[in-house]
C-alpha cells in the first residue's frame, strides 16, 4: 500500500524557515515526477514546486528564490526547504506523486506564518 507522509509543519514567524518532508512507502518514486502543492483557507490547491526523476525542477513564482525543492532516492522522500517566509504562505502543504495512471497525495502538513 502506497503511503505518503508529510512532516515538518508548524507555526513560524514571517521571515523564518522551515523544511518539509514527504516519506514515501510502499513503491520506489525513483523514477517519477514528485510535487508539493499547497492550499490556503478559502482557496484551490495550488502547484508550489516540482521535481523530476532526473532532478530538474521547477517552482511557482510565488516561491521562486525562497523555496527549493529536494529529494533522496535512497530514503525515497522529498523535501521543500522554505525560507524567507510570508504570511501568505500559509496553507497546507501537500506531497504528491504522479506514477501514471495512479496520482499519490499525502495527508498534508499545516505551514502557518505569524506577521
Known amino acids: 500500500q502506497v503511503q505518503l507522509v508529510e512532516s515538518g509543519g508548524g507555526l513560524v514567524q514571517a521571515g523564518g524557515s522551515l523544511t518539509l518532508s514527504c516519506a514515501a512507502s510502499?513503491?520506489?518514486?525513483?523514477?517519477?515526477?514528485m510535487n508539493w502543492y499547497r492550499q490556503a483557507p478559502g482557496k484551490q490547491r495550488e502547484l508550489v514546486a516540482t521535481?523530476?526523476?532526473?532532478?530538474?525542477?521547477t517552482y511557482a513564482d510565488s516561491g521562486k528564490g525562497r523555496f527549493t525543492i529536494s529529494r533522496d532516492r535512497a530514503r525515497n522522500t522529498l523535501y521543500l526547504q522554505m525560507n524567507n517566509l510570508k504570511p501568505e504562505d500559509t496553507a497546507v502543504y501537500y506531497c504528491?506523486?504522479?506514477?501514471?495512471?495512479?496520482?499519490?497525495w499525502g495527508k498534508g502538513t499545516l505551514v502557518t506564518v505569524s506577521s
Open positions: 510502499g513503491s520506489d518514486f525513483s523514477i517519477n515526477t
Open positions: 521535481i523530476t526523476s532526473s532532478g530538474r525542477t
Open positions: 504528491h506523486v504522479m506514477a501514471p495512471p495512479m496520482n499519490y
